[in-house]
């Protein structure tokens, strides 16, 4: 008989530990069909097999049946596994599979074992995959795929499979009058229009990606009956995408006509209806031949916060009495969370402090966006969150508080620019909220300005620095300035002044000038304050606020045939531009080489193990309301000497089992032929175990030699990682750890038979002891009764019962056998289930293992 049943169906998944999945297999068959399957093989993809009884049927529409099959997998680790079902066969007639009836129907799903990437579950299918399309009409499908990690979908069309998950030799597309494509993006599959009626196949390949990693895919394969009919899908009005605040209430209403006169019935699915608290609803609002109306109704909240927006698939099916068909149409709904509120600044001369208050629904922290060019009156559309980059806003930071300071990352912000801020708040899956409303503020003077701070000599121990400040003026408008003066002279051995401590004490007004000496100018950077206080009897007092500035600070970096130049500062003026200097050997005096408006430099085309020295200069300006003060300060002096200290880029590794031949295949790329030029070895790292960190365990000459084979003594389970060594004996960072541990150590027969003649008279099993540690084995007879039980790996059943020691009658046994093996997350245990063929009566049976 012929199997002809299977129609459609797809693989899902569910995380429910680190390395536990709850899968889901899903089966549309044929109804009319006398075939009918309570249970399906599985092959998990690491080299075990389990037969998953049915859990749900479902009678459809249009001789549709479906069948829901769910089952537990522990996997033994990381790694990638393709997960696959085939069952035959496909249903009769199918006019793109040549000779469907007698073609396997075959479903997989690739699962991505990732626990760096954190949980995982694949997206669900919400439209079903009962399809009819009318000749010479625009037929579109979209399986509403809604992924509740939020992860990124990509949807491309693939090849149907047939017996062991292959390519089904013969298949192509269905034909078209104009095309036929899926859109990358939304997932809708159009077809342009069916010139053929019959029944043609399709498969929909999904993939999942999370921060340009691909997470896994799925396979919906799908059948679309083609009548010839006079009807006309019904059309939907189009909606386009939605964005809310989080709290607020969605109210859209869904309008469907048909040309044809007929009845409608609307229904939409997706994510927002499947939350368990405020789910989104539809109800009918008017219903009429040739129109029908919805109310879609969401009441939003902060559970509903999402960077993607939601897709609703709204399907508009009629009721004509030949073919009934259904249009489709596409809305997005986006959720939004709440802004920060109440940004207040607290400026000083070298920072400004900045304070808002939360808003509900949690954010995980707060992005601070800074502009220099003053306010911007700047009104987001309802769907745009965070900042534009167009917007003029620089990222100044983030903090998971409701407070901040700016400086600038340390280096101080700068006097003469009125600086404006927003902040955005940030949600669990990097949702944005919409910005904060705008507040500037400019920083407060510093008094007395101090216009340098420039090294004069670089030494361990006697450094000198000179530092230098403008002579206050209109301090008769200070209450009770009537002198004496004095300055105050801090120093901190940090750029941020961290610690002040008064170094010096200058008397009068007329001197502004200090040189601090002895000191480590060679590897410290130091930063100064200058106070001035009244200094009269019984009334002494400081003046305005002090300021903070740093010496420049030439952080080198030397790499293969350069030097490259971090300039670190914290300083209240601008700096226009820095002019490099560079040692000349020969005369011995630091000649200019090139100036740089940016504080980063790359000194290049150098000499590899030479020694080079370099200073900077600044040339910048104090600007306070009308008046400037010119700076020209200069860093300290330092060398390094180029050489190439730059690790290669990783290779890409590939790992595959031999499990006949008991080694790993390990195939990487040669990085000298896309992001490396010297490469001269690779290191090979493993480890057995996914707690343990890879070992180096052999090193292989010669870039173009990018294979290994390795022979595991305990298990064939195994974690590695490769990585590259240069010329220079660099070596680059591990490649992506690849974990395998596909193979199945434990084999066990399925017919042998006990009469005494010497041929298979022992039930044994195949099984490398080495790799299991035990076993539990129960066989049972048609009627449930136990009939022999070992916990001997090897089994060794000679067909006696373990109650009478009598021969068991000739007949199918049914086996249970918990199997414990050596695995790279442990010893972990694997449940085995199959069927026995004993035969007692029979001679010179061969053994079979399944």
Known sequence: ?????????????????????????????????????????????????????????????????????IALHTFPGPGVYEILVQDPNRNFGVENIPNSVNTVFSVKTTLFVNPSMGPNNAPVLLNPPINLAAQYRVFVHNPGAYDIDGDDLRYSLSICTGEDGEPIVGYTLPPATSSIGINEITG??????????????????????????????????????????????????????????????????????????????????????????????????????????????????????????????????????????????????????????????????????????????NPEKYLIYRRKEGSLDYTPDSCTTGLPEETGYEYAGETIDTTFIDNDDGEGLVQSFNYCYRVVAEFADGAQSYPSEETCASLEPGFPVITNVSILNTDVTNGEIMVKWAKPDRLDTVSGAIGPFEYVIYRSDDALGMRLKIIDTIEGLDDTLFNDIGLNTAETQYSYEVALFNDTPGDRFRIGIPQLASTIFLELTPSDNKVEMDIHKNTPWYDNEYVIYRLNNTTLVFDSIDYTTSRNYSDDELKNGKSYCYKIKSIGVYKIDTQEYPTINWSHENCRTPNDYQRPCPPSLNVRSSCDSLKNILNWNNPNLSCADDVVAYKI???????????????????????????????????????????????SELSVIQCVDNCSYYKLPNVFSPNGDGINDIFIADN??????????????????????TQNPLIEWDGKTNKSNEDVPTGVYYYICDIWESRISGLEVRIATGFIHVYTNSSGVNTFYE
């Open 1 to 69: 008989m012929y199997a002809t049943h299977n129609r459609a169906g797809e693989i899902t998944y569910i995380q429910v530990s680190e390395l536990t999945y709850e899968i889901t297999v899903t089966t549309y068959t044929y109804t009319l069909s006398s075939v009918d399957r309570e249970e399906l093989e599985v092959e998990w993809g690491d080299g075990t097999f389990s037969t998953i009884p049915r859990s749900e049927m479902l009678e459809l529409p249009d001789f549709y049946q479906r069948n829901r099959y």
């Open 188 to 361: 809708d599959l159009t077809w342009d229009t069916p010139p053929d009626t019959g029944k043609f196949n399709i498969a929909i390949l999904i993939d999942e990606w999370r921060k340009g990693v691909k997470m896994g895919s799925i396979t919906r394969d799908i059948q679309i009956d083609v009548y010839a009919s006079e009807n006309h899908p019904p059309e939907i009005d189009s909606i386009g995408e939605i964005c809310v605040l989080a709290g607020d209430t969605i109210e859209v209403l869904f309008r469907s006509t048909d040309s044809d006169l007929n009845n409608i019935e609307l229904t939409a699915t997706g994510g927002p209806f499947l939350f368990e608290t405020k789910p989104a609803i539809l109800t009918e609002v008017s219903s009429v031949p040739g129109e029908a109306v919805s109310r879609f109704q969401w009441i939003t909240d902060c559970n509903h916060i999402r960077d993607d927006s939601y897709m609703v698939i709204i399907s508009a099916k009629d009721d004509h009495p030949e073919v009934k068909l259904v249009g489709v149409e596409r809305m997005l709904v986006k959720v939004i969370g709440p802004a920060p509120y109440g940004l207040e600044t607290d400026p000083g001369n070298a920072y400004i402090r900045l304070n808002w208050v939360a808003p509900d629904c």
């Open 685 to 731: 790292y493993y480890t057995n175990s996914t707690e343990s960190t890879p070992d180096s365990i052999v090193r292989i000459e010669g870039a173009e030699n990018t294979f290994f084979e390795h022979f595991p003594e305990s298990s064939m389970g195994g974690c590695y990682a490769v990585a590259a060594v240069d010329s220079f004996n660099n070596e």
């Open 768 to 789: 490398p002891l080495s790799f299991v540690e035990k076993v539990d084995m129960k066989i049972f007879n048609r009627w449930g009764e136990l009939v022999f039980q």
